[in-house]
């Protein structure tokens, strides 16, 4: 892939696994995170682009992102999962998991788009794992989850017409530290060799990438090995 692959949360588990295989098979590849040592690191070390961005207030994009003439892929790897029952809940945190895992993404697709048709690119959103519905405790993620599938469905009709194509990943559990605070807080049990790493999701998703032009795969679920169910 000669365009530019985009990857947001880069600086997570998911992320930084993504942007580093692209970034190893020779891929341009522009980081998408808030800006840290984290990133600058990440982007040292694999020679992909930093772009600093905050989901929660994307209006301004650095030049890494509004320079680019042609995308063929972007990945939304972005994501908060904070838990918090309805009642406890205030409205800043709906308010900031809204934005990083629905309204931002919006706006950073919706910037990108006349580069996506360029390269008639695909986009990748990272969903919740299959099955996510109605969980006490976290109805924030759920919910934005549940919108975020709304969006690539809507987006996926609209720019059909442009070649672009729209999947959604639903991933099941992939072991980051991100799954081992939200186990915790669940009182579940978090143990990596029984789960999907980051590097294998990153595989999965370069194949999602790399299908073939007859093919258009509008979702995927993943589920770790059965004895971790």
């Not at 929660?56 to 994501?79: C, E």
């Not at 690539?152 to 605070?181: K, M, N, Q, Y």
Request: charged residues 15%; contains cysteine; proline residues 7%.
């Amino acid at each position: 892939m000669t365009d530019a692959v985009v990857v947001t949360g880069a600086t997570g588990g998911i992320g930084s696994a993504l942007v580093r295989l692209f970034a190893g098979r020779g891929d341009d590849v522009v980081a998408v995170a808030r800006p840290s040592a984290a990133l600058d690191a990440l982007c040292a070390g694999t020679g992909a682009v930093a772009a600093p961005v905050d989901l929660r207030r994307p209006a301004s994009l650095p030049p890494a992102l509004t320079g680019l003439a042609a995308v063929g892929a972007l990945v939304h790897a972005a994501g908060i999962a904070p838990i918090a029952t309805v009642g406890d809940a205030s409205w800043e945190s709906w308010q900031e998991t809204f934005a990083v895992n629905l309204t931002g993404p919006a706006e950073l697709t919706r910037a990108l788009l006349p580069a996506l048709r360029a390269a008639r690119g695909r986009v990748v959103f990272v969903n919740a794992a299959a099955g996510v519905h109605g969980v006490p405790g976290w109805a924030a993620y759920a919910g934005s989850k549940a919108a975020l599938t709304e969006l690539a469905d809507s987006l996926r009709r609209e720019e059909a017409v442009h070649g672009v194509r729209v999947t959604s990943i639903f991933p099941g559990g992939v072991a980051t530290e991100l799954l081992r605070t939200v186990r915790g807080a669940f009182g579940g049990a978090f143990d990596p060799e029984h789960l999907t790493s980051p590097e294998s999701f990153a595989a999965v998703v370069a194949w999602v990438l790399g299908a073939p032009a007859d093919v258009d795969l509008h979702e995927l679920a993943l589920a770790p090995p059965p004895a971790a169910r």
